[in-house]
């Protein structure tokens, strides 16, 4: 039996531009159940004409958590000369992440992002001052509570990522829609191969997150 560690190697193999001549710039997952996560940078983009690195293995955490919930996932796999988390106009990934929310009555939208370690946080959740919520303010309660049960205690709200410009997809969608939005920033040491441990509170956290708000 693969083992968490194995199968994330396995899946972070699509994000290595440079083994998969992927053409396709991003992929989807389809659920069933009314929960959509992304993550844009699970590939290098390029912001202002310069090439930035990926958000290390938040690709696979999407590809991870989907299976494990049956939930909605996108994520990118193709550095296609933009940024999904960034461009305001003419972006296909934040079309696409609109069109699987009107299609399938999508209710919580979560994009996960990487961040440097910091003493500052463990991980930091983008509301804008809990706008991005759309009023719908226990879905961020509840990512807390399951988060702290995972013993990721340092948390962050809207402390450096607050997801408050167009420019993020979280804004974006959360304007567009009257659904719950959230942008996760994952620290270095829960996204760290070699700390698999650590990785996998971080999984467990999400998949409960999204197993309890089923119910
Ligand atoms: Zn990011």
């Not at 993550?39 to 293995?57: C, F, T, Y």
Request: proline letters at 1%; hydrophobic letters at 35%; a positive charge.
């Amino acid at each position: 039996m693969e083992n968490l560690k194995q199968r994330i190697q396995r899946y972070n193999k699509i994000f290595d531009e440079y083994q998969n001549k992927q053409k396709e710039s991003f992929k989807t997952i389809e659920g069933k159940i009314p929960v959509l996560i992304s993550a844009p940078h699970s590939v290098r983009q390029l912001r202002e004409g310069k090439i930035k690195g990926k958000d290390q293995l938040t690709g696979a955490m999407v590809i991870e958590i989907a299976k494990q919930t049956q939930c909605f996932g996108i994520y990118k796999t193709h550095n296609n000369q933009d940024d999904a988390s960034y461009d305001i106009e003419n972006n296909n990934y934040k079309e696409k992440v609109l069109q699987i929310i009107y299609e399938n009555q999508i209710q919580i939208f979560l994009d996960i992002h990487g961040a440097k370690n910091t003493e500052q946080f463990d991980v930091d959740i983008g509301t804008d001052e809990k706008r991005n919520l759309n009023g719908k303010t226990e879905i961020l309660n509840n990512l807390i509570k399951e988060l702290k049960r995972n013993e990721i205690k340092n948390i962050g709200i809207d402390k450096k990522f607050k997801a408050n410009t167009l420019h993020t997809l979280t804004k974006k969608i959360a304007i567009n829609t009257n659904i719950a939005c959230m942008q996760i920033e994952f620290t270095k040491k829960y996204r760290d191969i070699n700390q698999i441990q650590n990785l996998e509170k971080a999984l467990n956290a999400i998949i409960n997150w999204i197993k309890n708000n089923r119910s």
